[in-house]
C-alpha cells in the first residue's frame, strides 16, 4: 500500500501562479509515495473537514532556467478558493489515485495534442496524445465510474465534450468557421470579452441565477479550437457515455460555449469564467459554485454511506 505525504504549492512570481517542481513529486514517487498537493495554508485558511473536496488537475510551466513545474493561475485559485470547498490538487503521474478520494473534479485549460478521433475533419496530423492527455482522461474516468460531479473550462470542457458526449472538434475556428468571433486575444492575459447567448429551457439559468429574459451574457475565451455546431454534431453517429445537452453558443457565429447533463452533473464551459469571477463578477463565480454545491451533495451521500445503520438512527 503506498504512502501518501501532504505537499504545497508555493508562489512563483515569474508564472504569476501557485506552483510545485516536478523534480519534488518525482522523488516522492520514486519512493512510493503518493503527493498530496495543497495551497499554503496561509492562502487556503483552515481546512473544513465537513466541506467537500475538490480534485483540480494542475496545469505546468517551465522556468527561465528549465526547471518544469506544476502550476495554476492565480485567478482559478480565487474562484475556486471562493467556493468554500477544500482543494486537492493533481499531476499528471498519478491523476487516477490522486483523484478518488476527491468528492468533485474541476479540469482547468491547458494547450496539448488531442487524438485525431476527436476533430471532425477526418484529417490524421500525426498528433500523439501525451502525459497530460492520459492524465485528463484518468480523472474524467475515475469521476464517471464514481458518478462524481465534473467542472470542465476550455481544454477541460473539450476533453469532457469529446470522451464522455462523443462531441466533435474544429481543428482551427479560423479556417472552419466563416466570420468567426475572435475567441483568443493577442495576448494571453488580455481579457476581451464576447457575448454568449443562453438557451431557452436548459439548466444555465439557475445555475447563473440568470432570468429567462436576461439571455444574453459577456464572457472572455482563449481557445483556438472548439466544438462544432449543434446542428453539424447531430450527424455524427458515435453513441455518447453522456449526452451532452448544449446551454449556450457564441452569439457572433453560434460555437457552442457552454454544455453538460445536469442529471449527471456535468457542466463545460469554454471561456475562462475564473479571470471575471477573480473581478467581482458573481455570475461567473456562481458557474464555480455549482460544482462545490453539488461536490457537497456527494459528499453527504459519501459520508452517510460510511456511518453504521444505529449510529444514523441517533443523527436523525
Known amino acids: 500500500m503506498s504512502k501518501s505525504k501532504k505537499v ?43 466541506a467537500p473536496t475538490l480534485g483540480v488537475l494542475l496545469g505546468q510551466d517551465t522556468a527561465k532556467n528549465g526547471e518544469k513545474y506544476y502550476s495554476i493561475g492565480l485567478n482559478y485559485v480565487q474562484a475556486l478558493k471562493n467556493t468554500g470547498a477544500n482543494l486537492r490538487f493533481i499531476d499528471f503521474d498519478n491523476a487516477y489515485a490522486e483523484a478518488k478520494p476527491c468528492d468533485g473534479a474541476v479540469l482547468i485549460g491547458g494547450a496539448f495534442d488531442n487524438p485525431e478521433s476527436f476533430f471532425i475533419d477526418g484529417k490524421d496530423m500525426g498528433a ?20 462524481k460531479p465534473m467542472l470542465g473550462i ?3 470542457a473539450q476533453m469532457i465534450g469529446a470522451l464522455l458526449g462523443a462531441m466533435k472538434m474544429y481543428r482551427s475556428i479560423k479556417d472552419e468557421v466563416p466570420e468567426h468571433a475572435v ?32 439571455n444574453r451574457v459577456m464572457i472572455n475565451s482563449r481557445h483556438t ?12 453517429k458515435e453513441k455518447p457515455l453522456v449526452k451532452m445537452d448544449l446551454y449556450a453558443i457564441s452569439e457572433a457565429d ?3 460555449e457552454i454544455w453538460g447533463n445536469e442529471k449527471a452533473g456535468i457542466l463545460c464551459i469554454q471561456g475562462h469564467p475564473e479571470d471575471l469571477a477573480a473581478r467581482g463578477d458573481e455570475k461567473m ?16 451521500t459519501k459520508r452517510n454511506a460510511k456511518i ?8 436523525r
Open 254 to 256: 453560434g460555437v457552442p
Open 154 to 156: 476550455c481544454a477541460g
Open 8 to 50: 504545497f504549492l508555493e508562489y512563483i512570481e515569474e508564472f504569476k501562479a501557485f506552483a510545485i517542481a516536478q523534480s519534488e513529486l518525482a522523488t516522492l514517487k520514486e519512493s512510493g509515495t503518493t503527493a498530496e498537493i495543497r495551497l499554503p495554508q496561509s492562502v487556503s485558511g483552515k481546512t473544513d473537514p465537513m
Open 308 to 315: 453504521p445503520l444505529k449510529n444514523k438512527e441517533n443523527t
Open 183 to 214: 475567441h483568443k486575444p493577442k495576448k494571453e492575459t488580455d481579457v476581451k470579452m464576447h457575448a454568449i447567448k443562453l438557451l431557452k429551457d436548459t439548466p444555465i439559468f439557475a445555475i447563473m441565477d440568470i432570468k429567462e429574459n436576461e
Open 225 to 236: 479550437q472548439a466544438m462544432v455546431h449543434g446542428a453539424l454534431q447531430d450527424y455524427v
Open 285 to 300: 463565480q456562481k458557474l464555480y459554485n455549482h460544482i462545490a454545491q453539488l461536490a457537497e451533495k456527494y459528499h453527504k
Open 128 to 147: 500523439k496524445e501525451g502525459k497530460r492527455f492520459f492524465a485528463y482522461k484518468s480523472i474524467i474516468n475515475e469521476a464517471y465510474a464514481a458518478k
